[in-house]
């Protein structure tokens, strides 16, 4: 099971964290995903959006530092990575975010998604999963809305993530920091919703879909142009 280390002041902060693979619910019922922020006034480079039932949460992502894990993450969100269902042991290739819920939320530390069953144990399985950990002295827990990977320990990383609400300089050189988020608002209404003993939200709050897209000239190897970028990876280990 992934998690986060303990924290202080927080009873039940043990995060479950990062393997899983997709139980894609549709969205919400009445429910209508918003656009994600127009690119003109975006710096250059690769920019994952999530839409969730609480707004959007525009990220950044960090290609040149964080390589393997964006190339991983954003072959899921499009739909270019083959991976096998936990739940179903099949193959599959959809858009693996969509419809998935934030399964752990903590005021005033983060808010975790990723994984299909809910419960910080599901993973996508194949070629390609788990991958390694790839972090830097330079690139640190040290503001909000950091992007990240949780894990079960250090090269264990899938699919499951988290976003910070405060800097946590505790977790520098254990997760991946992937990329850095805005609309801390969003991140903050998401983090108080009521949730039970475990951090789970009560009324589940979706991710309705997941925008990717590229502000500027794509670098060669971008990866929402590679065909299947999951087949470079480290081969499927149990964590």
Known sequence: MMRLPKLAGLPAALLASLLATPGHAAPPSGQTAQSAPATEQRE?????????????????LFEKEAPIT?????GLAIGKISYMDPRTRQQNRNKFFDGLTFHRVIPNFMIQGGDPLGTGTGSPGGPGFPYQNETSPGLTFNMPGRLAM???????NASQFFITEAPYPSLNGGYTIWGQCQNQDVVKAIA???????????????????????????????????SAPADSGKPAAKP
């Open 150 to 156: 949780a894990n079960a320990g250090a090269n264990t």
């Open 44 to 60: 250059p480079g690769l920019y994952m959006t999530f839409q969730t039932d609480k707004g959007n949460i525009a990220c950044k």
């Open 192 to 226: 108080r919703v009521q949730r039970d003993s475990q951090d789970k939200p009560i009324t589940p709050v979706h991710i309705q879909h997941v925008v990717v897209e590229r502000v500027g000239p794509a670098p060669p190897n971008a990866p929402e142009a590679m």
């Open 70 to 74: 964006v190339g991983k993450m954003v």
